[in-house]
């Protein structure tokens, strides 16, 4: 059984978010919306998703479908300005987040300008656990505490 972020109440304001970017929503999407949390809180790979969750194409499939509509936009704003926070350059911050959206899918080495990867072939950065909250608050939620729960 797979620890879950999502109570009720954030899935909802989650849902507000992603209406507003116009993604699209099934029965399921809560449960895809945990795995690509759990993807971006472990730093695993996409292959590594726990089943009970939902099949990891599902979860790689969607996060990309919603990228495309605009719904991570914030996140991935939010994990630059959180490397800069950290004592890192503002190359360096690109660096990472390039390198993120390249391990994510959401962008392909091959559509990157030849600086770009010259930039990831200089710093790299490995597969990196994000905070919880600052995933959730990307997302529109305003949880006070992130307390993972079995269902």
Known sequence: MTRRVLT?????QIQDTMKFYGCYRSKNSKNIMEAILWK???GATWRDIPEDLCPWQTAYNR??????????????????????????SSTEAMSALISMRVELGVV????????????????TWPST????RLILKSLGAKPTTV????N
């Not at 990309?64 to 605009?70: D, E, P, S, T, V």
């Not at 300008?113 to 072939?121: D, F, R």
């Not at 656990?129 to 919880?132: C, Q």
């Not at 307390?147 to 079995?150: C, D, I, N, S, Y």
Request: hydrophobic share 40%; aromatic share 18%; net charge positive.
């Open 129 to 132: 656990r994000t905070d919880t």
């Open 8 to 12: 009720d109440d954030i899935w909802l």
């Open 63 to 88: 996060f990309n479908r919603w990228a495309i509509k605009g719904l991570w936009d914030k996140f991935f704003l939010n994990y630059e300005a959180y490397w800069i926070q950290n004592g890192c």
């Open 40 to 42: 971006l809180r472990t």
């Open 147 to 150: 307390k993972l729960h079995r």
């Open 108 to 123: 392909k080495l091959e559509q990157l300008a030849a600086h770009e990867v010259a930039q990831l072939q200089k710093y």
